[in-house]
């Protein structure tokens, strides 16, 4: 069996239980996953939230890791590009038996750098990316145009293409990416972690504990996300401004904080929403229990949204906006929740509304539709993506 290695950017919160369950459920993959940088396990500035962040749950235990030195001028997950220059990937791959090598994008010069070396070296090489092709129509085209001549040329060195969703999927399929060449393995969240907490903590118990006791039947709307242009969280605040029988809990920090504490002054909203601040990991959960609705505002750049699959383990029901690209995958649509076009607070507006009057059957069908879709966007799914490569090596 070839061994498999991750490449990411630094560790990251979604995919260090991912790294943890396959080392402790397959250790024939001989798993190893290397860093480009430690930023996120030393408490570094997070651009996003505009505060220092670090983690609350191990990032680094429970499998092996390696982390290069990063030979770029100005080091730095938040400089693009050139703010990854690991040349040590080089040395590594050629000491390394060929190897299933997974790159996660293409946003890096160290990305490039691997897949390259890695198909020249032998190894088998995988590309996971995020890319959704709904967004890719929304981008300038000549722009656009020179990015998919780029990709073309890297894509014949990567021998298999690891779809995370339905757009991403698309995406590489416009590509001239074959189906055979094609393996799902979803964008997911340690769900294992989050039922647990779910199956122990009721939600007028999370809401005691959150302070959230005296809101007189009131629906309870989570929204969790940076507060930045991506995420539009003014998009909430102007819809539940005239919504009755709701409060909004924004989870979150970030740069546009200041523009909603104004909107909220303005209009004065102050009784139908809280901003919480940044909420880390051990502590998120609580708040996804102690919600009813669950929206996700965000435009394009929001590839994905794993916030999404965090909620869908409580009893909350989904709002979700038709940019992201997670609403093609786990939002079915009045049944668990609704989609809404992208900046149109009218329709947003009536989504929520629509959540908020749910009868209690309905909800329970929501709830049940949610556990029935987080079956398959599941570490699960992304270990047997792993073994089908796998055996796809062997053969």
Request: glycine share 6%.
């Amino acid at each position: 069996m070839k061994p498999i290695i991750f490449l990411n950017s630094h560790p990251i919160q979604y995919f260090a239980p991912l790294y943890q369950k396959i080392n402790r459920e397959e250790p024939d993959f001989k798993l190893e996953v290397l860093y480009c940088s430690d930023a996120s396990v030393k408490g570094q500035l997070d651009k996003g939230f505009g505060t220092k962040v670090k983690w609350d749950i191990p990032l680094l235990e429970g499998y092996r890791h390696v982390f290069l030195n990063n030979n770029s001028p100005k080091p730095s997950v938040h400089k693009g590009f050139w703010g990854i220059i690991n040349w040590d990937i080089i040395k590594y791959l050629k000491r390394k038996q060929k190897s299933i090598i997974v790159v996660h994008g293409w946003g890096y010069a160290t990305n490039v750098i691997t897949i390259i070396a890695a198909k020249v070296l032998g190894h088998t090489v995988c590309l996971r990316a995020e890319t959704p092709l709904n967004q890719e129509k929304l981008k300038n085209r000549k722009i656009t145009y020179l990015k998919h001549l780029y990709l073309k040329f890297l894509f014949l060195f990567v021998d298999k293409f690891l779809y995370i969703g339905y757009q991403n999927k698309l995406f590489y399929q416009s590509l001239g990416v074959k189906h055979n060449a094609l393996i799902f393995a979803p964008y997911t969240i340690d769900n294992d972690r989050f039922k647990k907490i779910n199956d122990t903590v009721c939600k007028q118990e999370a809401r005691d504990k959150l302070g959230l006791s005296n809101l007189n039947g009131k629906k309870i709307i989570l929204f969790s996300a940076k507060y930045i242009t991506k995420k539009r969280p003014l998009d909430l605040l102007k819809a539940i401004e005239n919504i009755d029988n709701v409060f909004a809990i924004m989870v979150g920090e970030g740069e546009l904080r200041q523009s909603m504490e104004s909107f909220i002054d303005e209009k004065r909203i102050h009784s139908k929403v809280k901003l919480t601040g940044f909420i880390n990991q051990t502590e998120i959960p609580l708040y996804y229990a102690a919600a009813d609705i669950f929206v996700l505002c965000s435009g394009l750049g929001e590839t994905w949204g794993l916030s999404t699959n965090e909620a869908m383990n409580f009893e909350s029901t989904l709002v979700i906006s038709d940019t992201c690209g997670s609403s093609y995958d786990l939002v079915k649509e009045s049944e668990n929740g609704y989609v809404f076009k992208t900046g149109d607070i009218e329709d947003l507006k009536k989504k929520i509304e629509l959540c908020r009057d749910m009868t209690e059957e309905q909800l329970k069908h929501a709830k049940k539709t949610n556990m029935s879709i987080l079956q398959k966007y599941d570490y699960s799914t992304v270990i047997e993506g792993l073994k089908c490569l796998q055996n796809m090596s062997i053969a």
